[in-house]
């Protein structure tokens, strides 16, 4: 449904989206996230057709959106980061106005508004101005104006930002229930939102793609971190010949000792095997465990800069390899 290649975007000497490149299927539901100021936004414009790319290429349903702008941005809902709307129009003013410009007929756009209005649960401020409406409820406006055309794509920068809890679970539900018709892409800072709707994450991290992946594939391949005071040439001499092992990489060092990540298929198996062969070596043990390797691990490992090492391994590529994070990291 949506096919980026090689997407850049700089603002001066800044490069705030380099070389980025992905597909979403139909009806996906993508997640994506990054640090403030990692590009997502600015991919988010792009993709919309609001801003153009320095290079690179768009197509949506198989329609560039360099040649087919106008026909590309009928087929997507747009919810902008802080939801730009007009303060002395009522809900039902700025919709319908939200509406006309969609070009949805007269005749369809009541039946449009109402559906919108009652997917976000705005009945109760339908007449109340914009001005009035709390940033919950604005919130919910701009996603309602953002579905009132039936949208085969719906872009949602931050859609739950301002809402309280049993509004996040209903925006959550609501954005499930697009994803039975429609492409969905959401931006967040909320970790859990992506893991509860998301099928995939994209990971931003300045500018580049750190991370393409499924949500369930994050965590599948667990690993045993040893913590020791030894060298990684006797390290992998030792570890990498143990049955059970097939990959020691040296993941950082912290206060002298030296972190490894053992790749196994089963590290509850190979644990006792690893322990016994470091004290058979009269070797300190400082830590054996299984790495903790959820969205949050892996996100705090970009932000540090390591996270082409356990991703590369995660994508089924070469562990510890120093690539470019967006090759390393692609599935
Ligand atoms: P946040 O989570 O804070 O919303 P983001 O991931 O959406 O961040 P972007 O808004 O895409 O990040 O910004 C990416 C980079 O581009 C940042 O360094 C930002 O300062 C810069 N940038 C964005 N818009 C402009 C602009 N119009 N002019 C100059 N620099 C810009």
Redesign the pocket.
């Known amino acids: 449904m949506i096919e980026v290649r090689d997407l850049s975007?700089s603002?001066?000497a800044?490069k705030?989206?380099d070389q980025v490149s992905f597909d979403i299927g139909r009806r996906e539901i993508v997640g994506?996230l990054?640090?403030?100021?990692?590009?997502?936004?600015?991919?988010?414009?792009m993709l919309t057709g609001y801003l153009e790319p320095s290079a690179g290429s768009i197509r949506i349903d198989g329609q560039d959106i360099a040649a087919h702008r106008r026909a590309v941005q009928r087929k997507i809902g747009y919810l902008p980061?802080n939801c730009p709307l007009y303060p002395d129009m009522t809900v039902l003013e700025h919709l319908d106005y939200q509406g006309a410009l969609h070009g949805i007929a007269n005749r369809a756009r009541a039946a449009a508004i109402r559906r919108a209005i009652e997917r976000t649960e705005l009945g109760a401020k339908a007449t109340a101005t914009v001005a009035t409406l709390s940033r919950g409820y604005r919130q919910r406006l701009g996603v309602a104006a953002a579905l009132l055309h039936e949208p085969d794509v719906l872009i949602l920068?931050?859609p739950t930002n301002g809402l309280d809890p049993s509004q996040i679970q209903h925006m959550r539900a609501l954005i499930r229930e697009q994803a039975s018709h429609a492409t969905v892409i959401i931006?967040t800072?909320i970790l859990q939102e992506v893991e509860a709707v998301c099928g995939r994450v994209l990971i931003?991290h300045a500018?580049r793609l750190a991370v393409d992946s499924p949500i369930g594939a994050i965590g599948a391949t667990p690993r045993l971190r040893v913590t020791l005071d030894r060298d990684p040439g006797e390290v992998r001499g030792l570890l990498a010949e143990l049955p059970g092992i097939s990959a020691v990489s040296h993941v950082g060092d912290e206060d002298g000792r030296r972190g490894y990540a053992l790749t196994t298929d089963d590290p509850d198996a190979a644990a006792p095997r690893v322990a016994a062969a470091v004290t058979g070596q009269g070797w300190a043990l400082y830590g054996l465990e299984r790495e903790r390797y959820d969205l949050e691990a892996l996100f705090g490992q970009i932000a540090d800069g390591q996270a082409a090492a356990p991703f590369g391994e995660l994508a089924g590529e070469q562990p510890g390899a120093a690539a470019p994070a967006r090759e390393a990291a692609h599935v």
């Open positions: 975007r603002y001066g800044l705030a989206v994506l990054g640090h403030n100021g990692a590009g997502k936004t600015t991919i988010m414009k980061e920068d931050e931006s800072h931003m500018g």
